[in-house]
């Protein structure tokens, strides 16, 4: 059973530009979790979705940031207009139900 | 507001020692605890977690303990080897939601 996973591991965007973030859950997991881990911080809730539907988004920007998880495929963490301060490690999580979060290797964003 | 708090950012302890990481949280409503190790360039792998209706939990070498009244839990690590070397994240949850809130992680050093 394949662990979460997260592509691209690393990901260069210049300011201005669009980062796409995907995350395949654990099989048989239908809740995922998004988080952002800042330099020298803790990971910091943004968004929890089931498929199709978004359940909480209250850790989310409230502009340029977007998630989804279709019924078919990864769900996707899409920032658009890219800033300096978008650069941090980003992590998603799966779980089958309200249990432990299994977390995937993250997906490391660099805003030149 | 920092709901959950580790207030050690470091600690270093001799190979075969006891490892204490604390953490205290202030939100009464958390019922749900869980502690997550990191190394570098990786996710959190869970570790062990515990509920509120309990107040230890013990898997090995690591044990949770949680005090209500003092909203306060701690992660035992015994006996403690070098490859226990990472940064443990303490996290917490509410019944009415899913989400996560991570504490900002204490460095563990276990040195030979």
């Known amino acids: 059973n394949a662990g979460v996973m997260q592509n691209p591991r690393h990901l260069v965007r210049r300011r201005g530009q669009e980062a796409r973030l995907r995350c395949s859950p654990m099989k048989g997991h239908s809740h995922v979790y998004w988080y952002r881990q800042l330099p020298e911080e803790g990971l910091k809730f943004m968004v929890y979705l089931q498929k199709e539907n978004i359940i909480d988004e209250s850790g989310m920007p409230k502009e340029r940031f977007s998630a989804e998880f279709p019924k078919e495929g990864p769900s996707i963490l899409r920032i658009q207009q890219v800033v300096r301060g978008d650069s941090a490690a980003y992590f998603c999580?799966?779980?089958?139900?309200?249990?432990?979060?299994?977390f995937g290797p993250g997906t490391r964003l660099t805003v030149l | 507001d920092q709901q959950v708090k580790q207030n050690s950012p470091s600690l270093s302890v001799q190979e075969g020692r006891i490892s204490i990481l604390n953490c205290d949280y202030t939100?009464?409503?958390?019922?749900?605890f869980l502690w997550y190790k990191k190394y570098p360039a990786e996710g959190p792998t869970f570790l062990i977690s515990?509920?509120?209706?309990?107040d230890k939990n013990e898997d090995g070498r690591f044990t949770v303990f949680l005090n209500k009244s003092a909203k306060h839990l701690s992660l035992h690590i015994v006996p403690s080897q070098p490859g226990d070397s990472a940064v443990y994240f303490c996290?917490?949850?509410?019944?009415?939601?899913?989400?996560?809130?991570f504490g900002t992680g204490t460095r563990l050093q276990v040195f030979p």
């Open positions: 515990i509920s509120s209706i309990k």
């Open positions: 999580a799966s779980s089958p139900q309200k249990s432990e979060q299994f």
């Open positions: 996290a917490a949850s509410a019944s009415n939601t899913d989400k996560l809130i």
């Open positions: 939100n009464s409503m958390f019922d749900y």
